[in-house]
């Protein structure tokens, strides 16, 4: 089991993190690049151009030719890390991932800055919802949904050296750092972050932090709540959902995208054709981004920690 | 220049693509003749002559590359590639058959000597310049070839390689452009018209280079010798080819895009081929 802050609200920025790590990665290993469309500079990135030149390439806006770019550079041996907002990052150019990238078997690092709610001000144009389920059916793709820091500086090395296609949820700025120190993480395997006998919470990204404040409320009230983080979606740890099925008997899921194609779905799956149980699913019902704060909108598309708490209560209703 | 014994050699190389591409594709019984054919002088060139390749390592790490964003004309490829010895001639005919190693679009994780897998069209351009980059990087001598249809023209992503690959003066990778004028609804004119497609390229920060016959080897030879010497710019050679070439059932036929080929339909083309074989014989005799 996982050691995680559970109390103390520690907030962090990941495009330091992955600017960090990025740069240490690439002055060990050449081969490293990364390529953005534009948006070196809403990560950070552009810093480690003035010592790496050749390995940070803008190619401007355009996220197809930079798929493209990218996957044939992997076949060549590089291993390219290649950045957008999640939405441009994945559905504008879903075919350029498809058949330059997974068809080739290509060897590219998808990172989809501020998946969901995380684009904030940027709006519905931007807030994608629907990232991991036009990835997830990608024959080959790995997704990670990330949002702690000591998480992404731990699977980022696994990332670099794991060869495949990947597709990393990135939020930029402003999430809540959830784990003490020493913890592992391996991509495939979820990480239970509290056990419980009642129900469990499956999370990812940014929603395990109100998941375990969910856990927390609901312990005041007699309830006891695992927690899991599922942060690798696909290949999802299937051991993991059996495990919570058998242990507890009913399982709530919470995710920054929409419950169609998501973590939701991927877990409902598993349930199905292993030990269905009641599951509730926490995240967007089948709709649009808006403008907003992370509160509001989190409120707004029912992704707070009341609402997961509310999805609980309910599944335990219908586990009898 | 080529002399004329390198001129008929690759002629007869050309035209041994050209039965490759239907044997195949009459074993299967239809396939993508037009666009195949059309290619087949180029191919013939790159293989014989221009690109540095070894048939017994096909991935090569200092190898000159191919890409095809036109997918489609995998026929032709693969018929030069067997040519080369990259994989035996008699493989040809297993072409789409169930199981196949040579799928109607080129596959670099099925046929030996296929450096990127293509087929929607418009992603070759990025796929060329990727690996030009990744060339830059290392400081190879490698080129990369990339060609392209006008379905590749028609597609957005095609230009936004083309403005990358200025940006980055990836000189190293040359852009042969494939206008035979037709496309799968018709003539390009009455699709969708590319206008003066030389013009563009220099636009977007190229050297053009105008090949008038696109299916003349000597012309091709020519073109591809001529862009050793530029550097700083990329290079587009805009070859002017029949779409269906060298072959008079197909030759500038709108609707031999993809056809069926019976196997009355083969032996005909095969007995035309048969003749050009002859023509060269006899140039080869009075040399």
């Given at each position: 089991?996982?050691?995680?802050?559970?109390?103390?609200?520690?907030?962090?920025?990941?495009?330091?993190?992955?600017?960090?790590?990025?740069?240490?990665?690439?002055?060990?290993?050449?081969?490293?690049?990364?390529?953005?469309?534009?948006?070196?500079?809403?990560?950070?990135?552009q810093t480690i151009a003035e010592e790496y030149p050749q390995n940070i390439i803008d190619t401007g806006v355009m996220e197809a030719n930079m798929i493209g770019v990218a996957s044939a550079m992997s076949?060549?041996?590089?291993?390219?890390?290649?950045?957008?907002?999640?939405?441009?990052?994945?559905?504008?150019?879903?075919?350029?991932?498809?058949?330059?990238?997974?068809?080739?078997?290509?060897?590219?690092?998808?990172?989809?800055?501020?998946?969901?709610?995380?684009?904030?001000?940027?709006?519905?144009?931007?807030?994608?919802?629907?990232?991991?389920?036009?990835?997830?059916?990608?024959?080959?793709?790995?997704?990670?949904?990330?949002?702690?820091?000591?998480?992404?500086?731990?699977?980022?090395?696994?990332?670099?050296?794991?060869?495949?296609?990947?597709?990393?949820?990135?939020?930029?700025?402003?999430?809540?750092?959830?784990?003490?120190?020493?913890?592992?993480?391996?991509?495939?395997?979820?990480?239970?972050?509290?056990?419980?006998?009642?129900?469990?919470?499956?999370?990812?990204?940014?929603?395990?932090?109100?998941?375990?404040?969910?856990?927390?409320?609901?312990?005041?009230?007699?309830?006891?709540?695992?927690?899991?983080?599922?942060?690798?979606?696909?290949?999802?740890?299937?051991?993991?959902?059996?495990?919570?099925?058998?242990?507890?008997?009913?399982?709530?899921?919470?995710?920054?995208?929409?419950?169609?194609?998501?973590?939701?779905?991927?877990?409902?799956?598993?349930?199905?054709?292993?030990?269905?149980?009641?599951?509730?699913?926490?995240?967007?019902?089948?709709?649009?981004?808006?403008?907003?704060?992370?509160?509001?909108?989190?409120?707004?598309?029912?992704?707070?920690?009341?609402?997961?708490?509310?999805?609980?209560?309910?599944?335990?209703?219908?586990?009898? | 220049?080529?002399?004329?014994?390198?001129?008929?050699?690759?002629?007869?190389?050309?035209?041994?693509?050209?039965?490759?591409?239907?044997?195949?594709?009459?074993?299967?019984?239809?396939?993508?003749?037009?666009?195949?054919?059309?290619?087949?002088?180029?191919?013939?060139?790159?293989?014989?002559?221009?690109?540095n390749v070894d048939p017994a390592n096909p991935a090569w790490e200092d190898r000159d590359k191919l890409v095809v964003s036109k997918g489609h004309a995998g026929p032709a490829l693969y018929a030069a590639?067997?040519?080369?010895?990259?994989?035996?001639?008699?493989?040809?005919?297993?072409?789409?058959?169930?199981?196949?190693?040579?799928?109607?679009?080129?596959?670099?994780?099925?046929?030996?000597?296929?450096?990127?897998?293509?087929?929607?069209?418009?992603?070759?351009?990025?796929?060329?310049?990727?690996?030009?980059?990744?060339?830059?990087?290392?400081?190879?001598?490698?080129?990369?070839?990339?060609?392209?249809?006008?379905?590749?023209?028609?597609?957005?992503?095609?230009?936004?390689?083309?403005?990358?690959?200025?940006?980055?003066?990836?000189?190293?990778?040359?852009?042969?452009?494939?206008?035979?004028?037709?496309?799968?609804?018709?003539?390009?004119?009455?699709?969708?018209?590319?206008?003066?497609?030389?013009?563009?390229?220099?636009?977007?920060?190229?050297?053009?280079?105008?090949?008038?016959?696109?299916?003349?080897?000597?012309?091709?030879?020519?073109?591809?010798?001529?862009?050793?010497?530029?550097?700083?710019?990329?290079?587009?050679?805009?070859?002017?080819?029949?779409?269906?070439?060298?072959?008079?059932?197909?030759?500038?036929?709108?609707?031999?895009?993809?056809?069926?080929?019976?196997?009355?339909?083969?032996?005909?083309?095969?007995?035309?081929?048969?003749?050009?074989?002859?023509?060269?014989?006899?140039?080869?005799?009075?040399?």
């Amino acid at each position: 089991m996982s050691t995680v802050l559970k109390s103390i609200e520690e907030y962090v920025d990941l495009c330091t993190v992955y600017t960090r790590i990025l740069a240490k990665m690439i002055e060990e290993d050449r081969r490293v690049v990364h390529i953005d469309a534009d948006l070196c500079a809403s990560l950070g990135v552009q810093t480690i151009a003035e010592e790496y030149p050749q390995n940070i390439i803008d190619t401007g806006v355009m996220e197809a030719n930079m798929i493209g770019v990218a996957s044939a550079m992997s076949v060549a041996g590089k291993i390219p890390f290649v950045h957008s907002f999640g939405t441009f990052a994945t559905r504008r150019c879903a075919d350029q991932i498809f058949i330059s990238g997974c068809y080739n078997r290509a060897n590219v690092k998808i990172i989809g800055s501020d998946p969901g709610i995380c684009a904030e001000s940027n709006g519905g144009t931007h807030m994608p919802f629907e990232d991991i389920g036009v990835m997830r059916s990608f024959p080959g793709m790995t997704i990670l949904d990330i949002a702690d820091e000591q998480q992404l500086e731990a699977l980022m090395p696994q990332i670099k050296d794991s060869y495949g296609m990947m597709y990393i949820r990135l939020p930029r700025t402003n999430t809540v750092n959830y784990y003490l120190s020493g913890n592992h993480f391996i991509i495939g395997k979820a990480n239970l972050l509290t056990e419980g006998s009642d129900v469990s919470i499956i999370a990812s990204g940014i929603e395990v932090w109100p998941a375990l404040q969910a856990a927390d409320a609901l312990s005041r009230e007699g309830i006891s709540a695992a927690v899991v983080d599922m942060f690798t979606i696909k290949p999802i740890d299937r051991n993991m959902i059996v495990y919570c099925a058998e242990k507890t008997g009913a399982i709530v899921t919470a995710e920054n995208h929409n419950v169609i194609g998501g973590l939701g779905s991927a877990v409902a799956e598993v349930l199905v054709e292993t030990l269905p149980v009641p599951l509730a699913r926490v995240g967007v019902k089948d709709r649009f981004g808006e403008v907003g704060d992370r509160q509001y909108l989190a409120e707004t598309f029912e992704l707070s920690t009341k609402d997961i708490v509310r999805a609980c209560k309910n599944v335990l209703e219908r586990k009898s | 220049m080529l002399d004329l014994k390198q001129e008929v050699y690759i002629k007869r190389f050309a035209n041994n693509i050209r039965k490759g591409i239907i044997s195949g594709i009459a074993s299967f019984g239809a396939g993508h003749i037009g666009g195949s054919l059309s290619i087949a002088d180029l191919v013939a060139v790159l293989y014989c002559n221009t690109m540095n390749v070894d048939p017994a390592n096909p991935a090569w790490e200092d190898r000159d590359k191919l890409v095809v964003s036109k997918g489609h004309a995998g026929p032709a490829l693969y018929a030069a590639l067997a040519l080369r010895g990259f994989f035996p001639v008699e493989k040809l005919k297993t072409l789409n058959c169930n199981g196949t190693d040579l799928p109607s679009h080129c596959d670099r994780i099925h046929t030996p000597g296929i450096d990127i897998s293509t087929g929607s069209l418009g992603q070759g351009a990025s796929l060329a310049a990727g690996f030009a980059m990744s060339d830059k990087m290392d400081g190879k001598k490698s080129r990369t070839f990339l060609i392209v249809g006008e379905g590749d023209l028609e597609e957005g992503q095609t230009w936004e390689a083309a403005l990358f690959t200025a940006h980055y003066q990836l000189d190293h990778l040359v852009t042969l452009v494939d206008l035979n004028g037709m496309q799968v609804d018709g003539t390009t004119d009455e699709v969708c018209n590319l206008g003066n497609v030389a013009e563009k390229y220099r636009s977007f920060g190229f050297e053009t280079i105008d090949v008038a016959d696109g299916n003349d080897v000597s012309q091709i030879y020519n073109a591809l010798e001529m862009c050793k010497g530029m550097k700083r710019r990329p290079i587009a050679i805009i070859l002017h080819t029949v779409k269906g070439a060298g072959l008079s059932m197909y030759a500038g036929k709108v609707g031999c895009h993809f056809t069926t080929v019976t196997k009355e339909e083969a032996d005909i083309c095969m007995r035309e081929l048969e003749d050009t074989d002859r023509e060269l014989d006899n140039i080869e005799k009075s040399l």
